[in-house]
């Protein structure tokens, strides 16, 4: 019985430093960074220099970050259903499949979408994976003017 | 008095009148449907506006603004799932009156609270907004610096999470601000040498990936939940001794609900909540409230959607976002080359007027779609969430593209989105991110300006009293409660002690 609980408080401990300290490692790089930015002559810096702002704002995620580590309360979230991973990973692999064609991606993507969350009904699929994105592709492009990038299919239209 | 003749005649176009009538479907039909609601169905809709003249664009956010925050009643009485989070008080009284058969009559009530709160908020507006403004006209940048700082301490207390995370993620939207060419000295930062990022992050994309591809991931996790669904016959209009029950709580919670709307950063669901509260502490029959109050429906509504109107008070006056939703109108009228601020309404009073014309007559239409269509719009909730979430990444996907036809544009709005997915999952609410971002720029430009005013003697903002106002005001937001807790629990200690 002291296992589970044992495992549950290290998850807890971990889920309340892992934030706060992902946090004091983007605040360090961002603050190096910063170091880089070009200065300007005192003649023309306006106030403050480009780099003031900014490191301003770095000090205050990081103290506020140190609070979390100190004061954080510890709660551990319930771990994440197989299907938000699944769906994670349909999001990963939109941005490849735009190489192909943005409205193929889309298609291909939204139906996958639909399948991984239990969408097993061919007309729905359809729906979400050819009907609404050719609307939404004729929506933009005859009604706002919007030109999308070439690919595949989309060429097929632009000629 | 010019400039509110015109701006009611600049409403008096049959295509804009129809488009605000069809907006207000959609805004109520994006409130029924739970997981969707104002703030992702704005910002959902922002890039279909950038084709319409300003007017038209604003109205129509306004639009959704207001009949989503009136449309999260419906599921919330009937399916006992807040549409919007606005109406999770709602869900308290109004799914037990459901239940007991009383669907049509919680429903009436809730559509009757919430355009008598939305009128009189649009009035309060009509005319607290250019007094405000008109006050706000002489404003220095230390004034501006300090209000927009008092604007960002407000972030503390969104959403009833940990006020420390909530800064802390208004911070991180602040520094990524910061991202492109300073326009003070021209220096390029944080670009990586991506030209894309010169101008910076655009706030549209992060809104539609921190709200609406977030929520997508979030719904993804909770796909097992099934909700009990209550069908209604007919909506019914509150009787007279519904009426004589109600009308005094209507008002007491329009007052709250306008005023907390004025508070930077507060919205409609702080709103609900105190007006919700103070009708089951005035009522006579408080012992009634959770088991199906008529009054609790009134208080939590009345005040929800008369927040709406005080949100756009400071939006619009100040440019400092009174709630979510306003900070999504604010980033489009920033994208159509409008500034708000006391300059609007005296260099651009007829189109500020239009808006609140606009919002007058969407209360009065919400109030007519939701009569008629009530029972249709409650369909919607049967939308499985597997069709309607890939339209939602569908449209996420295509309006983060459109705004200026950039991919880089889709890649930060699915970014936003993963890491603001994790955000909620260890307890940051993305809204103090959004409002960051938007208020990030202002911030810094005034602090520079603030800088050459002063001559670089920073101490010398101390010595003026409004910016003093603002910045005490600024320490109250952000150490009252700590200060507060610290002194009952002194208190406390003592009383034992004694």
Redesign the interface.
Known sequence: MTEPSAESAGRARLNRLLPPLAILAIAGIAYHLTTTFDRVPPILKRGIQPSDFPQLVIGLIAALSIWLLIRGRESAPRPLPSVVWVTMAVLLVFPILTAVDLFLALGVSAGALAACWGERRIPALLLVSVLIPVVVFLLFDLGFEIRFPRGLLTNLWYG | MDALLAGLLALADVELLLLICAATAGGVLIGALPGLNATTGAALLLP?T??MDPVAAIAVLITIYCSATFAGAITAILINTPGTSASATTCIDGFPLAQRGQAGRALGMAAVSSTMGGIFSVLCLMAAAPLLARAAYNFAPPEYFALTLFGLSMLATIGGG?P??N??AG??G??LA?VGI?L??T????TFGYAELSDGIGFVPVMIGVFG?SE??TQ??N??VTRERITMKAIQLPSRADYAKTWRTILRSSGIGTFIGVLPAEGATVASMIGYNEAKRWSRTPEEFGKGAIEGIAGSEAANNSATGGAMVPTLALGIPGSPTAAVILAGLMVHGLRPGPTMFTEQAEFAFAIFWAMLLVNLLFFAVGLAGAKLFARVTLI????L???V???S??GA??LD?S?FD??IA?AS??VGFFMR????SVVPLAIGLIL?GML?TR??????MLD?RWWLMFARPLTLFFLVLTALALFGSFVWGWARRRRTAGSTGE
């Open positions: 279909f950038i084709t940990s420390v995370k800064i802390l911070a991180f602040v520094l910061t300073d003070l000295t220096v390029e930062r944080f591809i997508l991931l993804a996790s796909l097992h499985p969430v597997t069709i979430w890939p339209v990444f569908i449209c996907i295509v593209y459109a036809q991919m889709v890649w699915l989105g993963v999952r260890h307890g940051f990030g810094e602090l520079g300006q603030s800088m050459v670089e």
